[in-house]
């Protein structure tokens, strides 16, 4: 009963691309294992979800050994392969930018990641991008010596069912951070929508309900119109979305797609030209 139940909810899930997939039913099985001596195993640590990031690590740190590679690299390598795909979409993106010392000391990994954050197009150029804003000004590439991640910080105004910031400006491209603070009693997320599909995405998450596959989902509607997602954060609890403003000017919208608080828990991204 118990494995149809969690089959039926991951493939009622989004993509990882949206939100990162429940662990593996072996996890527990796979984080006992040594993956010095388990390349499979190191393999696989890398690219599941609900590995811990010293364990993630140590992975890497296998993996580089046994290519006679730097373990920087073998993050990088991994998260490129994985950016959008596997459960660790995320999380290795986050272990990326904790180790942006190391990127600093291997000149060939630090030139791969100025190349991805000056890339507009390549979904690893906002992991890529932080990573290298990470580093001090001194040890960046020249090129980038000035960049910056912007941070929006925002709240939910308790029992109103509102973000405290309800419009935000940015340049196409800009890197910018959504760091919520849920400061009200119950579950919010927030999605990033295109112009004018924000009553589609509600109306789906509407209809996704209160039901184990909708949790499992995050309240997130498997949608094209969704640009970018911060899965449900609890209450007193804080989250972080990551992206670049959309290349495309125009009015954008951020909204909480928990059922029933997308008419009111909303707000506005306004992306300008680009002055470059």
């Given at each position: 009963?118990?494995?149809?139940?969690?089959?039926?909810?991951?493939?009622?899930?989004?993509?990882?691309?949206?939100?990162?997939?429940?662990?593996?039913?072996?996890?527990?099985?796979?984080?006992?294992?040594?993956?010095?001596?388990?390349?499979?195993?190191?393999?696989?640590?890398?690219?599941?979800?609900?590995?811990?990031?010293?364990?993630?690590?140590?992975?890497?740190?296998?993996?580089?050994?046994?290519?006679?590679?730097?373990?920087?690299?073998?993050?990088?390598?991994?998260?490129?392969?994985?950016?959008?795909?596997?459960?660790?979409?995320?999380?290795?993106a986050?272990?990326?930018?904790?180790?942006?010392?190391?990127?600093?000391?291997?000149?060939?990994?630090?030139?791969?990641?100025?190349?991805?954050?000056?890339?507009?197009?390549?979904?690893?150029?906002?992991?890529?991008?932080?990573?290298?804003?990470?580093?001090?000004?001194?040890?960046?590439?020249?090129?980038?010596?000035?960049?910056?991640?912007?941070?929006?910080a925002l709240?939910?105004?308790?029992?109103?069912?509102?973000?405290?910031?309800k419009?935000?400006?940015?340049?196409?491209?800009?890197?910018?951070?959504?760091?919520?603070?849920?400061?009200?009693?119950?579950?919010?997320?927030?999605?990033?929508?295109?112009?004018?599909?924000?009553?589609?995405?509600?109306?789906?998450?509407?209809?996704?309900?209160?039901?184990?596959e909708?949790?499992?989902?995050?309240?997130?509607?498997?949608?094209?119109?969704?640009?970018?997602?911060?899965?449900?954060?609890?209450?007193?609890?804080?989250?972080?979305?990551?992206?670049?403003?959309?290349?495309?000017?125009?009015?954008?919208?951020?909204?909480?797609?928990?059922?029933?608080?997308?008419?009111?828990?909303?707000?506005?991204?306004?992306?300008?030209?680009?002055?470059?």
């Amino acid at each position: 009963m118990f494995v149809a139940l969690l089959v039926t909810t991951l493939l009622a899930a989004p993509p990882a691309r949206l939100v990162p997939p429940l662990p593996p039913a072996d996890i527990q099985a796979l984080l006992a294992m040594d993956p010095s001596k388990d390349p499979a195993a190191a393999k696989r640590m890398l690219s599941e979800a609900g590995v811990p990031a010293d364990q993630r690590r140590k992975a890497a740190e296998a993996i580089a050994k046994a290519g006679s590679g730097t373990t920087v690299a073998a993050v990088l390598d991994a998260a490129i392969q994985c950016t959008g795909t596997c459960g660790a979409t995320r999380d290795l993106a986050d272990l990326l930018v904790s180790m942006a010392a190391d990127a600093a000391k291997d000149p060939a990994t630090l030139e791969r990641l100025t190349k991805l954050a000056q890339a507009t197009d390549d979904p690893m150029r906002v992991t890529a991008y932080r990573t290298i804003a990470a580093l001090p000004a001194d040890q960046r590439p020249a090129a980038l010596k000035d960049i910056a991640v912007r941070v929006i910080a925002l709240k939910a105004v308790p029992g109103a069912m509102q973000y405290d910031v309800k419009e935000v400006k940015a340049k196409a491209g800009e890197i910018l951070d959504f760091a919520f603070e849920n400061t009200d009693t119950i579950q919010h997320n927030l999605l990033m929508v295109a112009p004018g599909k924000m009553s589609e995405v509600g109306v789906a998450a509407d209809k996704m309900g209160e039901t184990v596959e909708g949790k499992a989902a995050q309240f997130v509607p498997d949608l094209p119109s969704v640009i970018a997602v911060m899965g449900l954060v609890d209450p007193q609890k804080s989250g972080h979305l990551y992206m670049a403003a959309p290349q495309k000017p125009g009015t954008y919208q951020y909204v909480c797609t928990y059922p029933g608080h997308w008419r009111m828990m909303n707000g506005k991204l306004k992306v300008e030209k680009s002055e470059k």
